[in-house]
Every structure is written in C-alpha cells, then in structure tokens.
C-alpha cells in the first residue's frame, strides 16, 4: 500500500531529506515578517526533476469514496497547474519555446493496495486518500518528500477524503437528554478539488503563502479553507504561477542540476499582475 511516513488544516512535511537542509529550512520563520503585516510565499527545498512530471493517482477504498464522484475534481485540480504555467510562460516569453507538462495516470484501488513505493518508480507524484484521522484532526490534506534515493525521487499526497460534518443538535424538553451528532462524511467535490490543488502545489516545490494583511485569496496555498462551503473553490492565481516559474524558469519543468537555494520570496505588489 502506498503510504507516507509522516513526519496541519493543509500539510507538508518531508523525510529523507539530508539533516543539514532539513535544518536549513527549519531554522526559517517567516513571523518577522507577517507581524508587520508584509506578505511571505515559501518554497519547499525540492524541485520536480522530470521534464513531465507523472502524477499517480490511486484510487481509493471503494468503501471510502466513490471515485468516479470525484475523478473531474481530482483530474481539474491537477491540469489547472500545467495550463496556467503555459499560458504565463507564454505571456512573459512568447517567441521562446517551452513546455510545463503533466502526465496523469490512475492505478485501481485492487492493482495498487498490497504494492509499495519501489513498484511504482515511473511515479514522481503519489495521490492516496485515506479516511478522516482523528490523530490529524483539521487536516485536509498532507503533502512528504522522499528525495533520498537519487534513482527514484518523489512526493506522496495524501488526502484525507471524510470529514466530521458539522454538529447537529438534538433538544426535547428535557436538557439533560439533549445530544450533539457529528457525523463523518465524505468530504464534497468542490472541496476535494481545492484541497488537490493546494497539495500539488506543495508537490511542484512550492510551500504557504502568509498573507499579513493583504488579502488571502492572492494564493492557492493559503493554509485554511472551509470544509463544506460550496464557495470555497480558488484555482491557482497570479502569484502561485509567478511563485513556480521564480524556481523553475519560464521554460517548463527540468532535470534538477543544483539545490534549491532560495526559501522565500516577498510577492510582487498586486498591481503587477495586471
């Protein structure tokens, strides 16, 4: 079964990592800055190091979510990242070629559950979903690296697809009998495409957006979202694109020839982007 090694409502995390940069990327707090109400877009120390980036999806326990419910969410969340990349390179550079692809495949929950990570080894990206973890409780989602073996580098996403709906209180006339029902459910298809599309930008290298006192919605990866709000969907913006071609370069994903060296960046005032 593919599984991260845990090492938060979204989550990253990273194993296998050499100690000295995982030190590195610990020691950096971006509170100075969110104090004084400035805005701070992190970088995770990794960068893709496939020219096409293949994106696993295994799909899930049928008793856990009926994937076809969600495989448009699930697919959205991903090819919004490649189509924006594209269209900004363009714009930034459109006489120059380049290319930011994704390759998406899909393993049966039967084919993939009694296999492991090494079976798999074409997979830069894993998607597994798994049930709401009470130990996790207010974790959408979490996102772990494992670049330690140099033949097969890759992130694990896991989605945690049921959620604790909101209480339901039950009153008669006497309040001692009164009870509160949380029910744990499965997490909506709106949601379910916001959540990939933050964790695979946490997969492509990038970490969360602080917005200080500007305004949230400038970024995908804004750390917090409402569960079961049919109005909680924001695709990738501006920012999050500009984020990754900052690390990348405008010309598509590449073999990764050097670390990753820059933890953060101050974003661009808004009116840039227009």
Known sequence: MISPLYVMLFGLIAFGLLPAMAEKWESFEPSWAIKQGGEIYEF??????????????????????????YQDSIWY??????????????M???DKGYSWQLKILE???????TKEVSDYIQCNIFIVFEPFDKEKENTLGITAFDYANSR????????F????APAVLYLDDDPETWDTQVDILPITPNTMRQ???????HGLGLGHYYAGMNNPSRSIMEFSMSIWSEDNYLPPQYLDYYALITKYGTDGFKVWEYPVQQQWFIPPHPELHT
């Open 107 to 113: 393993f049966a929950y039967e084919e993939h559950v």
């Open 44 to 69: 995770m120390p990794f960068k893709q190091s496939e020219l096409m980036p293949e994106i696993c999806i295994m799909k899930p326990a049928p008793n856990l979510i009926d994937y076809y419910d």
């Open 92 to 94: 930034f550079q459109p």
């Open 195 to 201: 959540i990939i599309g933050h964790e695979m930008g």
């Open 77 to 90: 969340g991903i090819a919004v990242w490649e189509e924006g990349l594209n269209e900004m390179s363009e």
């Open 152 to 159: 097969h580098k890759y992130a694990v996403i896991t989605i």
């Open 161 to 164: 697809a049921t959620q604790p």
